[in-house]
């Protein structure tokens, strides 16, 4: 009994809609122009939603580009030259032992020792300039998504063996070598010789606003080269640190920090700088950012489907007047006034409907123009279809389906049926 009323109900809504197939093919241009309304909607709503995912994912990777995850860093505030005081004479400062420590430190993945040379004399047959000289650990420009364009970057032997090897900038290879292979020539640093070994260029970045050209006008030697002939008793300027993933974060930091105040006889001659904080709070702007971004667009995309709507109802206004007698003969034959709202909602909704799935089509094809507009500029701009954004847009369009289509089914129930069938 229950599947016969089951059965019953669904071929009831098959009728109606096919009902309301008709009804649509038999004015095909008004229904044409109805759609236009829906299909522009939630064409919008689809590429926009696809359009802020997209810059949503771009902006999130290239923040964890540029940032260091999970990674925190030691700096050296050890005693200089100028010291006065006898407190500040015992502080030792961060050393070559430090890091051999904090590398077998519990939790920590990996440790990068940094030192800065100054900016010096650099030279070659062709040019001399003074540039700035940064010692560097085996991997750290690689660690730092900092892309090797040539050659190679600096190996654990040339840290061990503190060798005179060099990483220069990519805007530094035509005016120190010309148009000759840079890889394996010689380059006079402060007047010692470094072999070159590879060449670093820029990050690319397509949204965030970071400038790293200095990378392409900088030289990188091995920090322990600048560690045994500028800083001597086997100081560092600081210490990267790389907490394992399945580690507790703070807790490693706060083990990295007690173990060199023990280290250190309790000397603060440190300081700690969160460098996953930094990149935790630029990944919550970015956010907050987009989530407005999103808003607008949302925003703008409603509209267009709220206008679309509105020409959906005075379209039903039409429909209704015109089918006055149509109506009037089937409220003579047994139609009741629930059963007239079913017929004209079932046609608003089936329109509704129409428009989303093309809608979907449009905001589709919008989204694969884009990526050819973007290739041809040559950008490499990947946005895919927002799923979420197209379910919502066709749900969407099915309720304003219904709220703009209730009015018009409800006037066409309310009609009375005699004056219905005089009419025409």
Known sequence: MAERRAWAAWSEWGDLALDALREIRAHKLRSVLTLFGIVFGVASVVSMTSLSSALEDMAYDELQRMGMPRTFRLVDRGPRSDVSRAEELRHVGLSLGDIDALTRLRGVAATFGRNFAGRQLASTELDQRVIPIVGVDA?????????????????????????????????????????????????????????????????????????????????????????????????????????????????????????????????????????????????????????????????????????????????????????????????ALGADGPDIRRLFLVESMILALLG???????????????????????????????????????????VVGVVFGWYPASRAARLNPIEAIREL
């Open 139 to 331: 991997a750290y420009l690689r660690f730092r998504n900092w892309p090797i364009v040539r050659g190679r970057e600096l190996a654990p032997l040339d840290i061990m063996n503190a060798s005179r090897v060099a990483v220069i900038g990519e805007e530094l290879v035509k005016p120190f070598f010309g148009s000759a292979e840079p890889i394996g020539r010689t380059i006079q640093l402060d007047g010692v010789r470094f072999r070159v070994i590879g060449v670093v260029a820029p990050i690319e970045l397509e949204l965030v606003p970071a400038d790293f050209s200095f990378l392409a006008r900088r030289i990188y030697v091995p920090y322990t080269y600048v560690t045994r002939y500028y800083r001597g008793r086997r100081r560092v300027d600081d210490v990267m640190l790389k907490v394992a993933d399945d580690f507790d974060f703070p807790k490693v930091m706060l083990a990295g920090a007690t173990l060199l105040r023990q280290r250190h006889r309790g000397s603060e001659d440190f300081e700690i700088e969160n460098e996953a904080a930094d990149l935790a709070s630029d990944l919550a702007m970015a956010d907050n950012v987009l989530a407005g971004w999103s808003i607008v667009l949302f925003t703008i995309a409603g509209v267009t489907l709220i206008v679309g709507g509105v020409g959906l109802f005075s379209v039903l206004l039409i429909s209704v007047r015109e089918r006055v007698r149509e109506i009037g003969i089937r409220m």
């Open 356 to 398: 989303a799935v093309l809608g979907v089509a449009g905001g589709t094809g919008l989204v694969m123009v884009t990526e050819a507009i973007a290739a041809g500029f040559g950008r490499d701009f990947f946005v895919p279809v927002h799923l979420p954004g197209a379910v919502a847009a066709v749900l969407f369009a099915l």
